[in-house]
């Protein structure tokens, strides 16, 4: 079946404009994950949803940082007045929410904000 | 905070070569544990993981991983290489004061099998 899907592949952008990632996970998995990816470090999380609702926001690395999910399907992850710091692969997971679990990865959008 | 560490940055082999690499995670609780696998221009995909039961894990393309509780480690295994293994791995684990939900990543380990 179909896998986690990202949009856009790339994204570059102007430091100072607002940006919006859309992930769509696969069908019937309840939680989706966001995480960032910077040059030579793994992967750091940034908020997880169950259902609509985001139990753990914690990750998020500034109040610039944003994420919505509706319909428990697509969610967006918008980051306001972007920064140089904000350059990085920004990647999507989705699971189906129960535990213990397997986190299912899409191929990621890659910012670059000059 | 939880948090994980995979001591070889990067590894170079040849093909037939043994592979073993380095995962060490810092919480003693009960934890689940993974290994991802990123092929050159892929995404992450699961290599194997690690819930409970026999610590000795098998997964796909050959691999094994140890999970040795008292050493807090989870080293990934493979006996002999094969150029298409060359990719980027990370070792990641979810529970103790992180929670089951959010995965906790090394810095990864990229591999060169040279053919």
């Known amino acids: 079946g179909a896998g986690v899907s990202q949009s856009p592949s790339n994204k570059v952008t102007e430091k100072g404009k607002d940006v919006e990632l859309r992930c769509d996970p696969i069908s019937g998995h309840t939680a989706l994950y966001w995480y960032r990816q910077r040059l030579g470090q793994g992967l750091e999380f940034l908020i997880y949803f169950q259902g609509n609702s985001a139990p753990d926001k914690s990750g998020l690395p500034s109040d610039r940082f944003s994420a919505e999910r509706t319909g428990e399907s697509v969610s967006t992850l918008t980051i306001q007045r972007t920064q140089q710091e904000d350059s990085a692969v920004y990647l999507c997971?989705?699971?189906?929410?129960?535990?213990?679990?397997?986190?299912?990865f899409g191929p990621g959008t890659r910012l670059t904000v000059l | 905070a939880q948090s994980v560490s995979q001591h070889n940055h990067h590894v170079i082999l040849s093909e037939a070569a043994s592979l073993e690499l380095g995962c060490n995670y810092s919480?003693?609780?009960?934890?689940?544990l993974f290994w991802y696998v990123q092929y050159p221009g892929q995404h992450l995909q699961l290599l194997l993981k690690?819930?409970?039961?026999?610590?000795l894990v098998k997964g796909i393309k050959g691999f094994e991983a140890e999970f040795i509780k008292s050493k807090f480690s989870f080293n990934l295994r493979k006996p002999s290489v094969q150029w298409s293994d060359t990719a980027e791995y990370f070792c990641?684990?979810?529970?103790?004061?992180?929670?089951?939900?959010?995965?906790?990543f090394g810095t990864g380990t990229r591999l060169l099998v040279s053919p």
């Open positions: 919480y003693g609780g009960t934890v689940n």
């Open positions: 690690y819930f409970s039961g026999d610590p």
């Open positions: 990641a684990v979810n529970g103790g004061y992180t929670g089951f939900q959010k995965l906790v």
């Open positions: 997971a989705s699971s189906l929410g129960q535990l213990p679990d397997e986190q299912f």
